[in-house]
């Protein structure tokens, strides 16, 4: 009876064997995951939110780096080093850079938390900043150098956007 019993155990495992050789392993931790991935398309974002971040980057970071600058042009080495006035045109023209990148990035937020009708929205806000700079700058002098920064900030505002369409996924020939 032991050896009918031997046999008959070995015959059921044989029999496993070959169902788990057929049989593909129920968990392989080297393998890749099989899960279908699926990925959520972004919803568009509100236009009036869009234009507030993208406002407040611009105007922050013009704000900020501006104030900074003026600070470091009060210290007393740097006073000590140059003119004033060429401490002066110095400092001007470096808070005109920072405001054009501000410009920069303010478009290019603008867009992506837009996610539609990037390069109006960039317009909007490059004439928006236009008029907020041209309130802050009322008074000055020398009217065809702010010309040509205005025109430089409100062309950067609008690069800034279609860099931001075209990272949303948009084509930049498409309307």
């Not at 899960?35 to 611009?58: M, N, T």
């Not at 040509?148 to 279609?162: K, P, Q, R, S």
Request: aromatic residues 4%; charged residues 15%.
């Amino acid at each position: 009876m032991a050896g009918g019993l031997k046999r008959a155990m070995l015959a059921a495992l044989l029999r496993n064997r070959r169902r788990m050789a057929t049989q593909a392993p129920t968990h392989d931790p080297y393998a890749a995951p099989r899960a279908a991935l699926v990925v959520a398309s972004a919803r568009p974002g509100a236009p009036l939110d869009a234009l507030l971040l993208g406002f407040l980057v611009a105007f922050v970071g013009a704000s900020v780096a501006g104030s900074l600058l003026h600070l470091a042009t009060l210290l007393a080495p740097v006073q000590a080093r140059f003119d004033h006035l060429q401490l002066a045109v110095a400092t001007r023209l470096a808070i005109q850079l920072v405001s054009v990148a501000s410009a920069f990035a303010g478009g290019y937020c603008c867009a992506r938390a837009a996610r539609q009708r990037e390069l109006a929205l960039g317009a909007v806000l490059g004439a928006i900043t236009l008029v907020v700079g041209a309130l802050s700058d009322a008074g000055n002098d020398g009217a065809l150098r702010n010309i040509v920064f205005t025109a430089a900030v409100f062309a950067t505002t609008l690069l800034g956007a279609l860099l931001g369409r075209r990272q949303n996924g948009h084509a930049v020939g498409a309307t």
